[in-house]
Every structure is written in C-alpha cells, then in structure tokens.
C-alpha cells in the first residue's frame, strides 16, 4: 500500500514509519526540514502550511492512506508561539485535507489530534469519545481546531479518520517532554556527572502513558479499520503522577537524588488527573496497550544512559 506520513522525521512519525515498512507498505514521508533517520521512506520537503506545496507532494505520492501527524506537539511552547502552533496545527491540517480532497483517487486520512482538547476535566472517571471538548490552553484549541476540519472534509466526501492519543511516551523522545527530562538527569546522577539533584515542575499531575510503538500501531490499525467520521481514543486506561515516574526511573536506575522545584518547569493551569477509555479501538480494530509502562520507562532510562555514557 501506498502511504504518506505528515511529520515523519518527528518521534511518533518515525516510529510510525518503522512499522508501515515492516509491514510492507511503501512509505512517503514529509519534512519541513532534514530527512528523518528512517531507512526505506521516500522523502519528500514541504511547508504544509503551503497549500500548493502540499497538493505537489501528494500529487507526487499518490497515497492510498494519509497519515497526518504533523505539527506542534508541545503545549509548554504553544503559548510562546502562539501564531506558529496554529500555523502547524490548524492551517497545515487544512492544507492536507484540501489536498487530499483534490486528489484522483481520494486517499483515506487518519488524522491525530490529542487528549488535550478536554483541557482540565473534573472528573477522575476515564475520558471517552463522547466527553465535551474544552481545551485549557491554545495547543488543545489547536487541537479541536483540527477535528473540526476533519469534520468538515468528512462532509465533503472525504474519509477522515480520528485517533486522539493520550500521553506517550518511549525511546527517541527529544528533551523538553518530562520522561526523556527526567531520564537524562537521572542518568547523568547516576554516573556522577552531576549533583544528586534533579529539577522538577509539578509532580502533581496524573497523566495516562503508552508507550509510543503501542500508539502508531493503533493509528496503523485504525487508519485501515477504523470507520471514517469517527474518534478513536489511543491510551492504557490508567493515570500515572509525575510524581510517580520520577520515582521509578531512579529506582531502574538505583540511584537517591534531591528533588528540587524548577520556577520554569511549572506550567500554568490546575493540577489534574487526565484519564482515556480505548475501549471503542479495542472494539473496532482490537487495539490495546500492549507494553507495560516499566518497560518504556527501562528502555527510555538505557537511551539517554547511553548518551550520558558517550559523553
């Protein structure tokens, strides 16, 4: 099958294309910038949030399946770049669609939102598809931002697709998300590189973690099974403090180190508990989080010691 892949030389995209090659697909990857590590994909360079050059690299692909991952991903820098983020998340989103919409044969879209558009629920009770969007900051406005063009090319003909993940996690996540934070200090304490310290923002927050190889096979399975104009939550079912995660990578990593609060590591908005139900993707592709949240954690620990260990 002919696919391509919107933002992957990203972390999940990348992964994401692992694992359409391994399952013999012929994978197109687009990239604003440098080629992406993945041996095996078809490259291609464009702005999306240039329409024209969006159509050209489709029109180039011809994709059966489009897998739109692209855009900004973090919600800290989102407020700092707040023109940016809805440049590449909400007018690159458009750009894909149309471009989609235009094409001869139309390709099928699974296009990845996030956990974000419900902002801070008061509810410790799991999240499902049908609980009221409201995002708590301009990443998640972002976000719903992007449902509703899929919605809208949806009721133009196009078959458009919703996976909306949860938190994930796993090896090759860059610096500035708290796992591979956390990890990369942990890891410099552990060989003394450092002081016993590590720097933290609220720990407070309960987060629901997958693993990110759990999280593309979802969207690979949903992008051929799932039925368009739906969402389909990705996530383990289970919320984890942050709290919690520091406390298990210095116990994988058998080290004690002071916990100190970092003024810049806090984010604004109250501390919540952000939980999903999967149980709509286990009913319709038989998706479920298969890897335990110690693993990805062990795996995410022995990357960034690695580093640390190579200087």
């Not at 059966?64 to 707040?82: K, R």
Request: charged fraction near 20%.
């Amino acid at each position: 099958m002919r696919v391509l892949v919107t933002g992957a030389a990203g972390f999940a995209g990348g992964h994401l294309c692992e694992l359409l090659l391994l399952r013999g697909d012929r994978v197109a990857g687009v990239t604003r910038g440098a080629p992406g590590g993945s041996s095996g994909v078809h490259w291609l360079s464009a702005d999306l949030a240039d329409a024209a050059a969006t159509a050209r690299a489709v029109a180039e692909a011809q994709p059966e399946v489009i897998y739109h991952l692209a855009g900004a991903a973090a919600t800290h820098t989102a407020a700092q770049d707040p023109v940016g983020t809805l440049r590449d998340n909400v007018l690159a989103t458009a750009s894909i669609l149309q471009a989609a919409l235009d094409a001869s044969p139309r390709p099928r879209v699974l296009l990845v939102t996030s956990s974000e558009v419900y902002g801070h629920p008061a509810t410790a009770r799991p999240l499902t598809e049908e609980t009221p969007t409201a995002p708590g900051n301009l990443y998640g406005l972002s976000k719903v931002a992007a449902h509703e063009l899929g919605r809208h090319y949806g009721s133009l003909g196009l078959e458009v697709v919703e996976a909306r993940p949860f938190n994930h996690c796993g090896p090759r996540q860059r610096l500035g998300f708290v796992v591979p934070d956390f990890a990369a200090q942990v890891a410099a304490v552990a060989r003394g590189e450092r002081e016993p310290v590590v720097r933290v923002g609220d720990l407070s927050p309960a987060r629901d973690f997958t693993d990110v190889r759990d999280i593309v096979r979802g969207y690979a399975d949903l992008a051929l099974g799932g039925v368009p104009g739906e969402i389909y939550h990705l996530c383990r079912g289970e919320a984890v403090s942050i709290g919690d995660i520091l406390d298990r990578l210095l116990a994988i990593a058998g080290v004690a180190a002071r916990v100190e609060t970092d003024c810049e590591r806090l984010r604004p908005g109250p501390a919540t508990l952000l939980r999903g139900s999967a149980e709509k993707a286990r009913w319709a592709v038989g998706w479920e989080a298969g890897i335990p949240l110690e693993e990805t954690l062990r795996a995410v620990y022995a990357e960034w010691a690695a580093v640390s260990a190579q200087g």
